[in-house]
């Protein structure tokens, strides 16, 4: 799954790696702790002996959160007050939680059994060129 990549462990090689449509983290070479976003650091060992590690992008809703007056790039995708989203903190398989949109859910209809529903990582692309981001999300399996 790994192969050697030669970028910084920072937030910025995570956004670069996901525009590869890749779920990266950062893995300790010494006690195989993951970080997630990437640190160069591993706070138990004190050394930077760290290796990009590919994860399976699988895991489950931890938390949730209905935004129903999102940034303006959301709001130009047509979110609003009417028409919610919901982002949450994922737990993937691999052990570390990010957080991330939620896609497959019925925003307008929050329900705590949704925690612990199984997803899978989607990767959405957004803009051109220069400015072009990716967007990491999760899909209801
Ligand atoms: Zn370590």
Redesign the pocket.
């Known amino acids: 799954m790994s192969d050697t990549i030669s970028l910084p462990f920072t937030a910025a090689s995570f956004n670069r790696l996901l525009g590869e449509h890749r779920l990266m983290a950062a893995r300790?070479?010494?006690?195989?702790?993951l970080f997630l976003p990437p640190r160069s650091l591993?706070?138990?060992?004190r050394?930077e002996?760290l290796a990009w590690v590919e994860l399976s992008g699988r895991g489950a809703l931890a938390a949730f959160t209905v935004i129903y007056v999102g940034p303006s790039a959301m709001i130009a995708e047509g979110y609003t007050r009417e028409n919610p989203y919901v982002t949450g903190i994922v737990a993937l398989d691999e052990g570390p939680q990010i957080s991330a949109r939620i896609l497959g859910l019925d925003a307008r209809n929050p329900d705590l059994s949704w925690i612990g529903t199984r997803l899978t990582v989607e990767y959405l692309d957004r803009g051109e060129g220069d400015q072009r981001r990716t967007f990491l999300a999760f899909r209801v399996v």
């Open positions: 300790c070479t010494r006690c195989n702790a591993c706070p138990t060992c050394q002996s």
